[in-house]
């Protein structure tokens, strides 16, 4: 009975034991921030105000910028504590932000917006644009033919998120309408637009399905781009407006057009702030 009742103990002790382990795990699992690419807020506090005016992006090439413009705003400092800026990088990311309505400022596609049906969950409103673009598939030494017999067998790098155009839904489209799939093909996926442009250049893959800048000039041939589609939805800066918050409005319209004027890639120096927004009273 004794050698019973001793079994029993040191079972309950080593269940305890593991149970505590689990729990210490389970809450360092916890402490483990999001798998995204970056998290950008003010140095110091704007105010003691709690709230967070949350920022969601995918391009590092105004995240800092956009950062610093809105920390320095009288506007952001009187109606937040402080600016959080996420930039992600995949899906995953642009899911947890846009789809949960968390972002109040977010820079994506129209299509992403109304994929998740935002605009009319969230009331996200377009409040500044960049210019549509066109997708095309892009050769280093000759001009891609729009064929099965040009196409079949050859490498071709997209991007692994399924909510791009011109790196993920056209050329899709466009090899399953000429009788193409990964049978008789071969799809290489990257997770950013540079990345398909350097394998490109280190001969990984024959073509790209990409858009085109000036940049590209310097390294590439535009006579060797084949247009995929013409008018793609370019990035749209969107408002969560649940409230009529039109200061704030005016204030981040007046905060993107000037990371826009600052900025290095020539796709976001044009943008086009959408009407009314109101200057704030004196």
Request: hydrophobic share 40%; charged share 20%; with cysteine.
């Amino acid at each position: 009975m004794f050698r019973i009742g001793k079994t029993v103990l040191i079972i309950v002790v080593a269940g305890l034991c593991l149970a505590a382990g689990f729990f210490k795990k389970l809450s360092a699992f916890d402490s483990i921030p999001p798998q995204i690419g970056q998290f950008l807020t003010c140095e110091t506090s704007l105010s003691t105000n709690k709230d967070l005016l949350n920022i969601y992006l995918t391009e590092n090439a105004v995240a800092k910028s956009l950062r610093d413009n809105l920390c320095e705003n009288p506007v952001v400092a009187r109606q937040f504590g402080t600016v959080r800026l996420v930039v992600g990088h995949n899906d995953y990311d642009t899911f947890r932000y846009i789809n949960h309505g968390v972002a109040d400022l977010a820079l994506v596609k129209s299509n992403v917006i109304e994929a998740f049906g935002a605009n009319l969950i969230y009331d996200y409103e377009v409040i500044a644009a960049h210019e549509d673009y066109s997708a095309y598939f892009i050769a280093l030494r000759e001009k891609p033919e729009l064929s099965k017999e040009y196409l079949i067998g050859k490498r071709i790098g997209i991007l692994d998120y399924p909510s791009s155009r011109s790196g993920y839904i056209v050329p899709k489209t466009t090899l399953q309408t000429l009788g193409l799939n990964d049978e008789n093909l071969s799809l290489h996926q990257y997770s950013s637009h540079s990345a398909l442009r350097s394998a490109l250049l280190a001969g990984e893959v024959d073509v790209i399905s990409s858009y085109w800048s000036e940049d590209d000039d310097r390294s590439l041939s535009k006579n060797y781009a084949t247009p995929l589609e013409d008018n793609v939805s370019g990035m749209r800066w969107y408002l969560k407006m649940q409230t009529r918050n039109t200061d704030l409005r005016c204030a981040l319209q007046r905060a993107i057009a000037k990371t826009a004027a600052a900025s290095e890639k020539s796709y976001y120096q044009n943008v086009d702030i959408a009407k009314g927004c109101q200057r704030e009273k004196t």
